[in-house]
């Protein structure tokens, strides 16, 4: 089997969410089975298995996406794994699987602003309605995405009638970095780690502080200076609140551990990448009370509503008990324990090896879901 998989949204420089799910599944998939990666700039080898093999073509932000299939079809893959959904499918001659990781984008139609100006109106254009979504993962044999919360929203919206299979985020191994977490004493570290866009809600966390005086909150990643500014003007007065601008992932993991606990209010997430990191060292969370976080967290965190900042503060709190502090946080490692990209790589393999073998019927509107069995904790 000739299988290809995309590794064009992987950032030289530093990663973003799709970046490192590409990353680290690919490197987990490459580990099961032979594989041909996707690149568009040779500096993302660096980040790859050593020595693996490759393809060169365009950016996937580039005019030529729409016709990415009739490229690929002179190397005659068998099958290619997008961890996106950008790929054209016209004309390929091999199977198909794209992945869609949130539905976020049609609920807070707010670009990322990386973006330039062009991309960020077709970007405001193509979430304005599912069609062409819809017709981009119609396109594909099977329909891959990172939680189970996104699979029943997908259904929901019917966004697609090709099968979903759920491929879910692994947290990062932070351990590497600390030697122990202190959970002997209480916590007084509040970390944020996440953008700023609107719907992360980063302004219930903030007006929180107002009831947290002994608390500190850290806001660790980059923001531009108008957004800073804006969150300045509605802290409240005393709180001592630290925008860091940027930070290592070793600086993350020792916030953390130093009486830490990893605070979202997010009005909307796909999967919570950075409550999983926590949970796997064994820190605390406190979040809102959003489908997503509970599939993430189960009964490792505690949760609030998120517009509402005295709740917030009241849950974090809570965690002064030790008991409860413990509690919190031998339930939540065992329950993100059974999340690892060896186990998401296995289950993206036996989706390829059904495809390849013709045991999948992707086509009409009638199509089952290949469901990833339920996780607990």
Known sequence: MRLFFDARYIRPDFHDGISRYSTELGAALASLTPITFIISDKRQL?????????????DPTNIMEPFTSLILNQYKPDVVFSPMQTMGSAGRKFKLILTTHDLIYYRHRIPPRMLNPMIRAGWVIYHLTYVPERQALNGADIVATVSQTTQRQIEQVKLTKRPIIVVPNAPQELNQYVDKIELAKKPRNLVYMGSFMPYKNVETLVKGMKYLPDYTLHLLSKIKPARLAELEKIAPRGAKIVFHNGTSDEDYAKLLADGGILVTASFDEGYGLPVAESLIL?????????????????????????????????????????GL???????????????????????LLNAINLLVAGTIDNHGPEEKTIATPARHS
Request: contains cysteine; hydrophobic residues 30%.
């Open 46 to 58: 660096a980040k790859l298995p050593e020595g693996c093999r490759y393809v060169k073509i365009h």
């Open 325 to 347: 502090r413990h509690h919190l946080s031998e339930r939540g490692k065992a329950h993100i324990e059974t999340y690892s990209w060896q186990s998401s790589a296995q289950e």
């Open 282 to 322: 064994g820190v605390p969370v406190v979040v809102s009370d959003i489908d997503v976080f509970h599939e993430v967290a189960s009964s490792g965190g505690l949760y609030f509503n998120p517009s509402d900042p005295k709740e917030f503060a009241e849950r974090v709190k809570e965690l002064d008990d030790d």
